[in-house]
Nanobody, 114 residues
C-alpha cells in the first residue's frame, strides 16, 4: 500500500489550497479515506474522513472551510482548504485502514503565513 500526498505549500491567511493523495495497492473504491494533520508541538488529529460511499465528516475547526472528496477513477482523495487560518499550519497526512492495518502517506506541509 502506498499513499502519495501532494499539494502543500505556503499560503496567506484567507487563501486556499487543494491537497491530493494518490493511493495504490488497495481497492480504492471500497475504502474509506482520511486526512490528518499534525501542527508543531501538537498531537496528530483527524481533519476529515470520506467513506467509500462518499459520506463525509470533519473536525469542528474546519467545518465549512474544508471539503474532502474522492475520484475513484484516479484512486485519489482530495482536501480542498478554503479560508485558511494561521492555526491550519501543519503537516497533512492521508491515511487508510485496509485489511485491518493502518497506512500513512508521507505528509505534505501547509504553512499559513503573511
Amino acid at each position: 500500500v502506498q499513499l502519495q500526498a501532494s499539494g502543500g505549500g505556503l499560503v496567506q491567511p484567507g487563501g486556499s489550497l487543494r491537497l491530493s493523495c494518490a493511493a495504490s495497492g488497495i481497492i480504492f473504491r471500497i475504502t474509506g479515506m482520511s486526512w490528518y494533520r499534525q501542527a508543531p508541538g501538537k498531537q496528530r488529529e483527524l481533519v476529515a474522513h470520506i467513506t467509500n460511499g462518499g459520506s463525509t465528516n470533519y473536525t469542528d475547526s474546519v467545518k465549512g472551510r474544508f471539503t474532502i472528496s474522492r475520484d475513484n477513477a484516479k484512486n485519489t482523495v482530495y482536501l480542498r482548504m478554503n479560508s485558511l487560518e494561521y492555526e491550519d499550519t501543519a503537516v497533512y497526512y492521508c491515511s487508510v485502514i485496509y485489511m485491518l492495518r493502518g497506512y500513512w502517506g508521507q505528509g505534505t506541509l501547509v504553512t499559513v503565513s503573511s
